[in-house]
């Protein structure tokens, strides 16, 4: 039986203005996140990696190749691991839409249609999207450890697949920048093995 590894990318520059960047291209990891990258892709070399797929988008896909380059593998690009189309919030700063809008986050993972009505993906959506891409690296890499590497609520999307999670718990909750988030699988039934695990040094993160 092998593990499931969600690998958020590393520390970009949305994050740090703290701008809802979507798929918005040109968005890079920082130096922090390329070291965050690193870190984590040398806690992988431990884990006997059989795969690695990757989310298209810049910051992810810079991520997934330093893993792959330390760990020797040539990285899989899967659109299933892309980041949420935020539709009209796009390129808004968290604290310009919650001042709109109120909290938008807890809404999305709330179903409120509000979400759908402003052409953002639904958190539906994305754990359908997640739990296909997972379905599909199981049959094709049956008993290895593989990794995907992603962003914060396609992570949270598999979470909820695993642990019922209330809107608020999901918005509370903060998948670091690369960190490895890990699930076994044993006949098509999910368990959650950690969250957030990452060098100890780094959990002091605050974004």
């Known amino acids: ?18 701008i809802l960047a979507g798929r918005t291209e040109g968005v890079p990891l920082t130096e922090t996140g390329i070291s965050q990258a690193q870190h984590a892709a040398e806690l992988l070399t431990h884990m006997k990696i059989g795969a690695i797929y990757s989310s298209p988008i810049q910051r992810a896909k810079h991520t997934a190749e330093i893993v792959g ?6 990285v899989t690009i899967d659109d299933r691991l892309i980041e949420l189309d935020m539709g009209k919030f796009t390129g808004k700063s968290y604290s310009e839409i919650i001042s709109e809008r109120g909290n938008v986050f807890e809404k999305f993972y709330n179903g409120d249609l509000e979400i759908a009505h402003n052409g953002v993906e639904t958190f539906d959506q994305v754990k359908k999207r997640v739990k296909s891409i997972v379905d599909h690296v199981i049959e094709k890499h049956e008993d290895q450890n593989v990794v995907l590497v992603t962003h914060m609520d ?52 605050n974004y």
């Open 1 to 18: 039986m092998g593990q499931i590894i969600f690998l958020r990318h590393g520390q970009a520059k949305n994050n740090v203005d703290k």
């Open 69 to 74: 380059e330390k760990n020797s593998i040539d």
């Open 154 to 205: 396609p992570i949270k999307a598999m979470i909820s697949t695993v642990v019922d999670l209330s809107p608020q718990n999901l918005f509370s909750l903060i998948i670091a920048n690369a960190s490895l988030n890990l699930f076994r699988e044993s006949n098509k039934t999910f368990s959650l093995s950690a969250i957030n695990l990452m060098h100890p040094s780094r959990f002091d993160q």
